[in-house]
């Protein structure tokens, strides 16, 4: 199998998208089982296309550029059950660069697609990987990023090209703040293993700060540019300890990625069989892993998906096993212990946590206007959402301090602009908005508990 997918580069990598993409496929079949911040992306497009503003009416800490790309989504009209095929293909055009990266700069002789199909299988490890989150689309121009850093090193003579490097980091870090901190590992791998002068690390720093100036101008002339910065000083600068339920959590789920990784990496210290330029490419990414850890740190939340940025790194060292290794059996050996652990991995995660059931409804309406003073957001699968409360963490302070004659504004303008049908009160606050916004909720009779209608 391995002499094959090495010696037909070009049909082993068309076979793994076509059983990828038949995969994806057969997900897309199984049923409507959602994660919750899955929904919520959803929401966010379809709030943006009905003339909420984000961050500003919408609370929420989703990066900006991930913010349009779900509202092209929406105007799409591509339902959720769709995110498995949309991931995939995500996931193919990662591979992809990874792939060329490794072959056109020489890193690894004779890989043939093994590099493309290594990258597909690793993103099977959790079912979380087939939705396209902000970390997953930001994860693509970080390997854009590294392609055109390798290529700088590949010889000391740096040219403007570095200014990419800036712009692909940008364009990472309004999908997914916390990828602000794969800045200085940019800056870093190009000061030590290349050529690069003063005026061209600047580059890198335009290209960067362009990015964000044309957001923040789009932003300002919107209304929302302080709500932007206070987004970006959330999830980008926001230090915070991960528990040992989640590292544990998420170190059960890439067990595979990481011995891989680990074995890899410590078969090629040292090595003389490593080149020149193949040696600066492994320290590079070594540093990308190193500044992944301050990214993690800053992450708004730890679903396993957030975690994505650390599968490059450990794919490219792993791979290493497979040039290293003398003898072809324990190759092959090491590719099929692989692919066990990756099945028997996803199995075990399948089996111990499952997205939000298309059964888990509490709400005895379908099809109506609903807003929700309350976390339940799966019970807007089967209605119409009123309102921009898509994350209830970030509006519940909105709600719960009327006492501020600002928010009681904000929240009559969310009602005069999209009121409700029905309003689900499952955290106890209609109270203060009868006390705060009387015109407004005199409109709504309790018809069972916690769910009022308008009369």
Excluded: C
């Amino acid at each position: 199998m391995l002499q094959f997918i090495k010696s037909n580069s070009l049909i082993s990598i068309l076979l793994f998208v076509v059983l990828g993409g038949f995969f994806a496929f057969l997900q897309t079949q199984q049923g409507f089982n959602y994660f919750p911040w899955e929904i919520k992306n959803y929401l966010i497009g379809q709030k943006l296309n009905q003339g909420f503003r984000l961050y500003k009416d919408i609370r929420d800490n989703t990066g900006p550029f991930a913010s349009g790309f779900y509202q092209l989504l929406d105007i799409l009209s591509l339902p959720l059950s769709y995110n498995p095929i949309i991931a995939f293909l995500l996931i193919v055009t990662q591979a992809y660069i990874f792939h060329q990266t490794i072959v056109q700069f020489d890193l690894m002789p004779k890989l043939g697609g093994l590099a493309f199909g290594i990258y597909l299988l690793l993103f099977h490890l959790t079912s979380e990987f087939h939705v396209p989150d902000p970390a997953l689309l930001g994860l693509t121009f970080l390997l854009l990023s590294w392609k055109e850093i390798i290529q700088q090193q590949k010889t000391l003579l740096v040219n403007d090209r570095v200014f990419l490097v800036g712009i692909y980091l940008a364009i990472a870090t309004l999908l997914f703040p916390a990828y602000f901190w794969l800045l200085p590992w940019a800056l870093v791998s190009l000061l030590f293993y290349s050529g690069v002068s003063i005026r061209q690390l600047i580059l890198v720093l335009i290209g960067y700060l362009f990015v964000l100036a044309i957001t923040s101008l789009v932003f300002y002339f919107n209304g929302s540019l302080p709500y932007l910065w206070q987004v970006y000083r959330n999830s980008a600068l926001s230090f915070k300890w991960i528990s040992w339920a989640e590292s544990k959590r998420m170190l059960i789920s890439f067990a595979p990625a990481i011995l891989f990784g680990i074995g890899g990496l410590y078969k090629v210290v040292g090595n003389p069989k490593i080149r020149a330029h193949a040696q600066k490419a492994q320290q590079t990414t070594i540093i990308w892993f190193f500044f992944s850890f301050i990214a993690i740190a800053n992450f708004p939340s730890y679903n396993r998906i957030n975690f994505v940025l650390l599968l490059p790194p450990l794919i490219y060292f792993g791979l290493n096993l497979f040039y290293l290794i003398k003898k072809n059996w324990q190759k092959e050996l090491t590719l099929v212990l692989l692919m066990m652990a990756v099945v028997l991995t996803a199995y075990q995660e399948k089996k111990s946590t499952e997205p939000l059931p298309h059964k888990s409804y509490k709400i005895p309406v379908s099809g109506q206007k609903l807003l929700i003073l309350g976390p339940e957001i799966e019970e807007y699968l089967h209605n119409k959402m009123a309102g921009p409360f898509v994350n209830w963490d970030l509006a519940k302070p909105l709600v719960s301090q009327l006492n501020s004659y600002k928010n009681v504004i904000i929240v009559q303008e969310y009602f005069v602009k999209d009121q409700p049908t029905y309003i689900y009160d499952s955290e106890g606050y209609f109270a203060q908005l009868r006390q705060y916004l009387p015109s407004i909720t005199q409109q709504y009779v309790l018809v069972s508990p916690k769910l009022y209608k308008k009369k």
